[in-house]
């Protein structure tokens, strides 16, 4: 990574607060978010530039062994299936796990069991499968590969609700008037997000290691995700 003088981030930009696109100011397309803040804070402690991936969700943890993207910063849980393939960094963000509905169907679905055996939405690859499958009974999952693709599908009624990480589900909402979060949510058991990085790469996971516990030392967190809440106002979905 020093020698190509840059790090290659993957991720899949669905998933605001975490990544996700905007038109900037000179009218641009750009990927923000508070996961790339933190990417930017590991580049510049590493003393390298940053070059941004954005591909699907499920195709992310391949691509480390592959040496397509250095490392994943996708708000992804380091889960023991994961850990078979990839190495993860300290935690270093916790979120629970929500459901989106129809504002109409609110009080219809107030509970994962008021789902039973209905259609549930979540993104291909992702740990929401598993959390609709452990909660809702019977469910009959739909899985999608982009999270702004799930949206449409709830607003069109192809499902009836939709699995993702509380603080996307906030977002998703506050972006739809006409969607609001279920009253139920789970708490993350497999312990929150950090960063994928190839196996037995010691000192790399060591530099970013120590930009996490930087960026908690220095309460840089809290701001980004600020910045992110206020920059998905001009969130834009892509095709
Ligand atoms: N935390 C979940 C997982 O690891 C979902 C992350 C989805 N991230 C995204 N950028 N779409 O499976």
Redesign the pocket.
């Known amino acids: 990574i020093k020698n190509k003088g840059k790090l290659v981030v993957g991720?899949?930009a669905?998933?605001a607060p975490?990544?996700f696109h905007i038109i900037n100011d000179e009218g641009k397309d750009e990927i923000v978010g508070f996961d790339i803040d933190i990417a930017k804070e590991i580049a510049k402690d590493m003393g390298v530039e940053l070059e941004i991936q954005d591909m699907d969700?499920d195709s992310l943890v391949a691509g480390v062994p592959s040496g397509k993207i250095d490392l994943v910063i996708?708000?992804?849980?380091p889960t023991p299936e994961r850990k078979e393939a990839v190495d993860f960094s300290d935690i270093y963000y916790v979120a629970e796990q929500g459901l989106v509905v129809r504002a109409a169907d609110k009080d219809k679905y107030k509970t994962f069991a008021d789902l039973k055996g209905q259609k549930v939405g979540a993104?291909m690859g992702?740990?929401?499968e598993g959390v609709a499958k452990d909660n809702i009974p019977e469910a009959d999952i739909q899985l999608l590969s982009n999270?702004n693709d799930l949206v449409l599908s709830l607003k069109s009624g192809k499902i009836e609700a939709l699995v993702v990480?509380l603080p996307v589900a906030e977002m998703i909402v506050k972006n739809n008037p006409e969607l609001v979060v279920g009253e139920e949510k789970v708490k993350d058991t497999e312990g929150g997000?950090a960063v994928a990085v190839q196996k037995d790469q010691q000192a790399l996971l060591d530099s970013i290691n120590s930009t996490i516990k930087r960026i908690q030392d220095e309460n840089l967190l809290d701001q980004f995700i600020i910045d992110a809440n206020d920059l998905a106002t001009k969130q834009v979905v892509e095709e």
Request: no cysteine.
């Open positions: 991720l899949s669905d998933y975490y990544e969700f996708s708000g992804m849980t993104q992702a740990i929401q999270v990480e997000s």
